[in-house]
């Protein structure tokens, strides 16, 4: 029942952080837009540093083993994602790539 409940929690919080927080921060009033590319950067990054650090205090001082390895996943899922957004953010990563790709296929199929 738990480790159900660290899913379920777990996958709320990514579906917020991912879906939401975007859709928040990316408010318009007709053609203004009201937030910014930092704010929402800052916000996503924020949202999955204390969601990864709240799932390795439970990992930490869990007593239930089954509890902690889910925890662990949760970390490692969170971190992963920290790190592209973290390397997105400042340009490390690219996805020109993909849009050329994208662009081949449509003009070739």
């Not at 939401?20 to 924020?46: E, H, I, Y």
């Amino acid at each position: 029942m738990r480790r159900w409940l660290i899913h379920a929690v777990n996958s709320a919080l990514l579906v917020i952080i991912l879906i939401g927080v975007p859709a928040v921060t990316s408010a318009r009033l007709g053609r203004v837009r009201l937030s910014s590319d930092p704010q929402l950067q800052g916000l996503t990054l924020g949202g999955l540093v204390l969601v990864a650090a709240g799932n390795l205090a439970v990992m930490l001082l869990g007593k239930e083993r089954n509890g902690r390895r889910a925890c662990a996943a949760w970390v490692l899922l969170f971190g992963l994602i920290l790190a592209a957004e973290f390397s997105y953010a400042r340009g490390y990563i690219d996805f020109d790539w993909l849009k050329k790709l994208l662009r081949w296929f449509q003009e070739h199929f």
